[in-house]
T-cell receptor, first 112, second 114 residues
């Protein structure tokens, strides 16, 4: 079974731009969660999607948004990028939601 | 306030010894606790899950304990090997009203020296 695939692996953007990150979950997994990871804050939960519906949301500004498609693939979008958005963005999929999560390798976003 | 804490300092041990990592939490109603391993530039990899009503869980050289009275989980790696060097994260699943949420520790870096 293929693992969770995130694209792109690395991204450099300028302040003010927007970015879209993609996540393909493990086949059969309907829950997809997104996290931001930085050295000082650790893993911070962004949102969770299940069957195309946002089921949970973390404490991030509205510039961070996401969606899930009918094939369970998910995208997250960050608009009006700020320097502080530089981080490793991780996607995790699971069968039912809150238990064992399978992570992708992440997208390293650098905002300059 | 609610928080989850892991040893902030890196742990250095000799090959063959047992590594013990700590995860403490406050003010949560726990449902379960998970441990993950993360290597540089990679996503976390699930290792073990222990539920609130379980005291201990084992998997090969790994052992996890969960003490809801002390609000603490201990993660042990016995007969440690250099390949065990990584950052280990704990994640607490807790009840928030009718929802279940997950909160992560910052991780403890483990270095096993040959």
């Amino acid at each position: 079974k293929a693992g969770v695939t995130q694209t792109p692996r690395y991204l450099i953007k300028t302040r003010g731009q927007q970015v879209t990150l993609s996540c393909s979950p493990i086949s059969g997994h309907r829950s997809v969660s997104w996290y931001q990871q930085t050295p000082g804050q650790g893993l911070q939960f962004l949102f969770e999607y299940f069957s195309e519906t946002q089921r949970n949301k973390g404490n991030f500004p509205g510039r961070f948004s996401g969606r899930q498609f009918s094939n369970s693939r998910s995208e997250m979008n960050v608009s009006t990028l700020e320097l502080g958005d530089s981080a490793l963005y991780l996607c995790a999929s699971s069968v039912g939601g809150s238990n064992q999560a399978f992570f992708g390798q992440g997208t390293r976003l650098t905002v300059v | 306030s609610q928080k989850i804490e892991q040893n902030s300092e890196a742990l250095n041990i000799q090959e063959g010894k047992t590594a013990t990592l700590t995860c403490n939490y406050t003010n949560y109603s726990p449902a379960y606790l998970q441990w993950y391993r993360q290597d540089p530039g990679r996503g976390p990899v699930f290792l073990l899950l222990i539920r609130e009503n379980e005291k201990e869980k084992r998997k090969e050289r790994l052992k996890v304990t969960f003490d809801t009275t002390l609000k603490q989980s201990l993660f042990h790696i016995t007969a440690s090997q250099p390949a065990d060097s990584a950052t280990y994260l704990c994640a607490l699943g807790y009840r928030a009203g009718n929802n279940r949420k997950l909160i992560w520790g910052l991780g403890t870096s483990l270095a096993v020296n040959p």
